[in-house]
């Protein structure tokens, strides 16, 4: 077990070397992806949300960091899970990126702390919630390769759902500005939502996610939900 662990560690920081780059050039190109594609989001949805472009008298730039953040690392480990190849242990995809993730948020939190925000009691719940995030997509990479394993077309089909998962994730807006039920409901079932809100009331608006408890219920019975599927399809392997 314990040299198990040890190979996935190292699998995972080569994993990360070739993520972030191996020479300054590539890891300069690779920062700068990211930058351009934030800069990008932010002056579209800052023109489309007004002159003020603020939430609830916070910037919109660094709203939309906080979760812009963790949004990478949800779609790096579901794109890693479902092009996996079967050439080293899939735990690897998400120690990987989760190690990324842990270095953007770090430096994520120098930006907030140059734009005066203190660091507080709520950074303990920002660990949580990076944890949570951490445990929902390892079962999400579990299942999702177990799906590989018995139908292939089982995995193109719930890729589709990747993008929709982004876009009511509440990533570019708050969910009190979607009107429509049927749009809100979508956001209301979106495990992300609650992962990326306890982060920004963290980073952001300095609240307790758990004062909360229905968000946060909801969110444990779909962990649920994913982990009684990892579960049925490990029986299906093994009666196979």
């Not at 919109?60 to 949004?71: A, D, E, K, N, Q």
Request: charged share 15%; with cysteine; hydrophobic share 55%.
């Amino acid at each position: 077990m314990k040299n198990e662990i040890i190979k996935i560690v190292k699998l995972s920081i080569e994993e990360l070397k070739n993520k972030i780059g191996k020479n300054s050039f590539d890891i300069f190109i690779n920062i700068l992806k990211i930058v351009i594609v934030f800069l990008s989001l932010w002056i579209l949805f800052e023109k489309f949300k007004g002159n003020t472009a603020l939430i609830n008298s916070y910037p919109y730039m660094l709203w939309l960091l906080s979760g812009f953040i963790p949004m990478i690392y949800v779609l790096d480990v579901l794109v890693g899970s479902f092009k996996y190849k079967f050439d080293k242990p899939f735990e690897v995809i998400n120690v990987s990126s989760f190690m990324f993730f842990s270095l953007l948020t770090f430096i994520e939190i120098v930006i907030f702390r140059l734009c005066g925000f203190e660091i507080d009691v709520y950074y303990f719940q920002l660990i949580i919630f990076m944890l949570l995030l951490f445990i929902f997509l390892q079962l999400c990479s579990i299942l999702i390769v177990n799906f590989a394993k018995i139908n292939e077309k089982i995995n193109k089909v719930l890729y589709i759902f990747i993008f929709p998962l982004m876009c009511f994730s509440g990533l570019f807006f708050l969910k009190t500005e979607i009107h429509n039920r049927i749009l809100r409901a979508f956001v209301n079932i979106n495990p992300v939502y609650y992962l990326i809100q306890g982060i920004r009331d963290s980073l952001v608006f300095k609240k307790w996610s758990f004062n909360e408890p229905h968000l946060f219920a909801v969110f444990v019975i779909i962990n649920i939900i994913i982990i009684l599927f990892c579960f049925g399809l490990s029986l299906i392997k093994k009666k196979q």
